[in-house]
Nanobody, 126 residues
Framework: HVQLVESGGGSVQTGGSLILSCVVS????????VAWFHQAPGKEREGVAA????????SYPDSVEGRFTITQDIAKNVVELKMNSLKPEDTGMYYC????????????????????WGRGTQVTVS
């Protein structure tokens, strides 16, 4: 059974940095696409980073490009989100996600691409 567990959230000052981690079980990091989503209070879930292991390509929206970086540690089966220059609007829950095997549709920053989700970790920037 596929499980994803996020950690590393917390409270930081504006301009600060955090590294979020997602421990993955049931599938192998490096063989499946992975993504991070942000959900601000009262807002819909927004894709902030995605990684395609087939090509190594990453995807970011304009709101975080240059500030956030998604990486994978294949040996540890962990996906990380490195967050720099944090802003108050980055506040919210962060979730990691991966598609079901055999999924034929792929939109790297679209929620409908993903089937398995972690429970999230809270980030507060003030």
């Amino acid at each position: 059974h596929v499980q994803l567990v996020e950690s590393g959230g917390g409270s930081v000052q504006t301009g600060g940095s955090l590294i979020l981690s997602c421990v993955v079980s049931g599938v192998t990091v490096g063989r499946v696409s992975v993504a991070w989503f942000h959900q601000a209070p009262g807002k819909e879930r927004e894709g902030v980073a995605a990684l395609n292991p087939q090509t190594g390509e990453t995807s970011y929206p304009d709101s975080v490009e240059g500030r956030f970086t998604i990486t994978q540690d294949i040996a540890k089966n962990v996906v990380e989100l490195k967050m720099n220059s944090l802003k108050p609007e980055d506040t919210g829950m962060y979730y990691c996600a991966t598609p079901r095997a055999g999924n034929s549709d792929y939109g790297p920053l679209r929620a409908w691409t993903y089937y398995y989700w972690g429970r999230g970790t809270q980030v507060t920037v003030s």
